[in-house]
């Protein structure tokens, strides 16, 4: 799967350690598409660069990070094809990839703990969206 990772200043620190989390694993090729520093930028550049990236195929799926994960998943999904989901648990996550297929995740680095995300991230990367009734539903998004 390849997947891109985004954040602001506030979503900093968490994507670093979720780049970490995850720099094992062989199954995944990760794009960074920044920010790089705690510098202070723009959420809305970083969201559009990775759900744009996510909507033309350049990318499976995309995780985003903000200091809530609020504004970020905002930006993401005013990108045509994106199902953007912001997640504050596991369950979420879970069901943002079953009922939703959502191809980008939003995470608040000033709102989860590394563990907290870590865990969200593991269920969403690996959850696989059910179909039937649901996509129905998000075939509706688009109209
Ligand atoms: C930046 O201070 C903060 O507003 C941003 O990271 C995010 O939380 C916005 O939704």
New binding site residues.
Partial sequence: MKLALAA????FELKERIKAHLSGREDLEIQDLGTHSEE?VD?PQYGKACAELVAAGGADRGIVF???????SIAANKVKGIRCALATNVFMAEMSRKHNNANVLAL???VLSTEEAIAIVDVWLSTEFEGGRHQRRIDLLDC
């Fill in positions: 602001d200043h506030g979503g202070s959420y903000c200091g809530t994960g609020i504004g970020i608040g680095g000033r």
